[in-house]
T-cell receptor, first 110, second 114 residues
């Protein structure tokens, strides 16, 4: 089945700097890759997703890139703000339900 | 627009007791998922339904766990008897058409078994 690895597990950045979170997946049939943000006491919320027919997608300060050959995808957050502090999860889906990475705890230091 | 609604938000009970978690998916969604989240194992899929029918329950840890979806707007996850190792946050999520569509999560039930 699918296996998703996510790195790093924790990340601290200064406010205004960029943050990058990387994920790899194992199933070449996977073709949908969402990213979720989870704040304390809340459920994961979708922030951006990408499908396998595109290599990059951007939404304001957030961008996701996908390399299907290497089976990896990344989340980029630019101009980080304190409210970006949360746990971020990547996930992959193909012929099976979504499989999630273990999460990255992002801390943005003011 | 109402999201996925879970109840209760918190549950504390003694081991051996029956626990029932409830979920109301987003209206019109035809897939419903139950997840368990722990520090050690992250987000684990327990079971999912399509049009109220259980499709895959291979993630259900033991026979003590059961889930039902009697109609399109309600699902339950039951643990009987409960054990301390069942302590976790349980999430329900729903989506429309399932494959390659975003899942919408509730805010979870934090379960503590003493």
């Amino acid at each position: 089945g699918e296996n998703v690895e996510q790195h790093p597990s924790t990340l601290s950045v200064q406010e205004g700097d960029s943050a990058v979170i990387k994920c790899t997946y194992s199933d070449s049939a996977s073709n949908y890759f969402p990213w979720y943000k989870q704040e304390l006491g809340k459920g994961p919320q979708l922030i951006i997703d990408i499908r396998s027919n595109v290599g990059e997608k951007k939404d304001q300060r957030i961008a996701v890139t996908l390399n299907k050959t290497a089976k990896h995808f990344s989340l980029h957050i630019t101009e980080t703000q304190p409210e970006d502090s949360a746990v971020y999860f990547c996930a992959a889906q193909g012929n099976t339900p979504l499989v999630f990475g273990k999460g990255t705890r992002l801390s943005v230091i003011a | 627009d109402a999201g996925v609604i879970q109840s209760p938000r918190h549950e504390v009970t003694e081991m051996g007791q029956e626990v029932t978690l409830r979920c109301k998916p987003i209206s019109g969604h035809d897939y419903l998922f139950w997840y368990r989240q722990t520090m050690m194992r992250g987000l684990e899929l327990l079971i999912y339904f399509n049009n109220n029918v259980p499709i895959d329950d291979s993630g259900m840890p033991e026979d003590r766990f059961s889930a039902k979806m009697p109609n399109a707007s309600f699902s339950t996850l039951k643990i009987q008897p409960s054990e301390p190792r069942d302590s976790a946050v349980y999430f329900c999520a729903s989506t429309y058409r399932g494959s390659n569509q975003p899942q919408h999560f509730g805010d979870g039930t934090r379960l503590s078994i003493l």
